[in-house]
């Protein structure tokens, strides 16, 4: 049963993701949507617990960074499933744009 807050779109951007741990890592979107994105990583990361992930956007056409609070939901393969929190109305906005320019 998927209990996505939305449909996914197929979205491949750079990620850096901060863990509480204070480790980092990159990473690439695989799918992003309302709720929560997945990202491969090949860095062992912990399978649960807060991130905070940074999506790079193209500077150069004017785009800012994205940096989002998550929560780890689940791991597969080489993957993370996350889930946003606290997404507040100026991130929720650059989320929708993301989603209306790759969708």
Same mark, same amino acid.
């Given at each position: 049963? +998927?209990?996505?807050?939305g449909?996914?779109? =197929?979205?491949?951007? &750079?990620?850096r993701l901060?863990?509480?741990?204070?480790?980092?890592?990159?990473?690439f979107?695989?799918?992003?949507?309302?709720?929560?994105?997945?990202?491969?990583?090949? !860095?062992p990361? &912990?399978?649960?617990?807060?991130?905070?992930? $940074?999506?790079?956007?193209?500077?150069?056409?004017?785009? $800012? +960074?994205?940096l989002l609070? !998550?929560?780890?939901?689940?791991?597969?393969g080489?993957?993370?499933?996350l889930? @946003?929190?606290?997404? =507040? !109305?100026?991130n929720?906005?650059?989320?929708?744009?993301?989603?209306? $320019? @790759?969708?």
């Amino acid at each position: 049963m +998927d209990h996505r807050l939305g449909q996914r779109v =197929d979205i491949t951007l &750079p990620v850096r993701l901060r863990f509480q741990d204070q480790t980092n890592h990159s990473g690439f979107t695989v799918n992003v949507g309302r709720g929560g994105m997945f990202v491969e990583t090949r !860095a062992p990361v &912990p399978a649960h617990g807060c991130v905070e992930v $940074q999506i790079a956007l193209d500077l150069s056409a004017g785009g $800012q +960074d994205i940096l989002l609070s !998550a929560f780890v939901v689940h791991r597969f393969g080489s993957g993370l499933g996350l889930m @946003f929190r606290d997404l =507040d !109305a100026s991130n929720g906005q650059m989320i929708e744009n993301l989603l209306i $320019q @790759f969708g």
